[in-house]
Antibody, heavy 119, light 111 residues
């Protein structure tokens, strides 16, 4: 059974940093691109970032480019999202997701982890 | 970065059919597979349709997807109360360095 366990969400002050993690199991992690998608309270889904299987190719939404960094540790089957210079509008539930390829759609989703940016 | 356009809401009575549209452009829907996601209240999204019209195992055949040019549609037939949820289309966009794009979302209400 595919499992994506998101963690690391917390309350953080504006300008602060946070690192999200996603532990994957039940599939061949190294064969899948991985993504982060977020959803602000009461709003729709917003793509944040995608990383290819080897980690050498990364893609970002304009809203997070230069502030967020996606990475993966294939030896640990774990995906990360380092978030710096956090702003109030980054407040959202962040979902980890798996993708057969970078340009293919998302096939599995994590349960989500809540990030709240507030003073 | 652009978004895909969906109607904000759709509704029907049990047993009726509902169709949700998703409008994009040549750089996204026109060039890549469309996926549809269902998000029940308070839960993570799940895949309903992949590669334009394919259903994952476990998804009832009441749900069907189609694509034509730069638009896609999700049809729900035999509407049931448990279909009340938010639905999103999504695809890759080949513009610039590339990015993933979601639809604006459609709230389906079963009357």
């Amino acid at each position: 059974e595919v499992q994506l366990l998101d963690s690391g969400g917390d309350l953080v002050q504006p300008g602060g940093s946070l690192r999200l993690s996603c532990a994957a199991s039940g599939f061949t992690f190294t064969s899948y691109a991985m993504s982060w998608v977020r959803q602000a309270p009461g709003k729709g889904l917003e793509w944040v970032s995608t990383i290819n299987t080897g980690g050498g190719g990364t893609y970002y939404a304009d809203s997070v480019k230069g502030r967020f960094t996606i990475s993966r540790d294939n030896s640990k089957n774990t995906l990360y999202l380092q978030m710096n210079s956090l702003r109030a509008d980054d407040t959202a539930v962040y979902y980890c997701a798996s993708c057969p390829t970078v340009t293919a759609g998302i096939d599995y989703w994590g349960q989500g982890t809540l990030v709240t940016v507030s003073s | 970065q652009s978004v895909l356009t969906q109607p904000p809401s759709a509704s029907g009575t049990p047993g009726q059919s509902v169709t949700i549209s998703c409008s994009g452009s040549s750089s996204n829907i026109g060039s890549n597979y469309v996926y549809w996601y269902q998000q029940l209240p308070g839960t993570a999204p799940k895949v309903l349709i992949y590669r334009n019209n394919q259903r994952p195992s476990g998804v009832p055949d009441r749900f069907s997807g189609s694509k034509s040019g730069t638009s896609a549609s999700l049809a729900i037939s035999g509407l049931r109360s448990e279909d009340e949820a938010d639905y999103y289309c999504a695809t890759w966009d080949d513009s610039l360095t590339g990015f993933y794009v979601f639809g604006t979302g459609t709230k389906v209400t079963v009357l």
